[in-house]
Nanobody, 122 residues
Framework: QVQLVESGGGRAQAGDSLRLSCAAT????????MGWLRQAPGKEREFVAAINWSGDSTDYADSVKGRCTISSVNARNTVYLQMNSLKPEDAAVYSC???????????????WGQGTQVTVSS
């Protein structure tokens, strides 16, 4: 069983930056990559970014490419999502999820965190 806990969400203004964190615990956490997804009110959950466990393969949604960076610190079992140049349309609940393999979308997700709210005002 893998437990995921997100943090770092909050309120920001357009153009600001936020860094989200996802801390993973559990016996098999080291075999998983990690993905970030988001869901805004009234919208479907959408993929944001993913990284494999070794950190040498990443994937980004077109909507965040160039503005967001996903990274991992394996020693801490933590994955980060650095979001720059935030836009109002980035406002959503951001969740991290454990991904068995980073090959091609859509990814399968085995474990989910509770999510962290990001609010962006214009």
């Amino acid at each position: 069983q893998v437990q995921l806990v997100e943090s770092g969400g909050g309120r920001a203004q357009a153009g600001d930056s936020l860094r989200l964190s996802c801390a993973a615990t559990g016996g098999t956490v080291r075999v998983y990559g990690m993905g970030w997804l988001r869901q805004a009110p009234g919208k479907e959950r959408e993929f944001v970014a993913a990284i494999n466990w070794s950190g040498d393969s990443t994937d980004y949604a077109d909507s965040v490419k160039g503005r967001c960076t996903i990274s991992s610190v394996n020693a801490r079992n933590t994955v980060y999502l650095q979001m720059n140049s935030l836009k109002p349309e980035d406002a959503a609940v951001y969740s991290c999820a454990a991904v068995p393999a980073i090959r091609s979308r859509p990814y399968n997700y085995d474990y989910w965190g509770q999510g962290t709210q990001v609010t962006v005002s214009s």
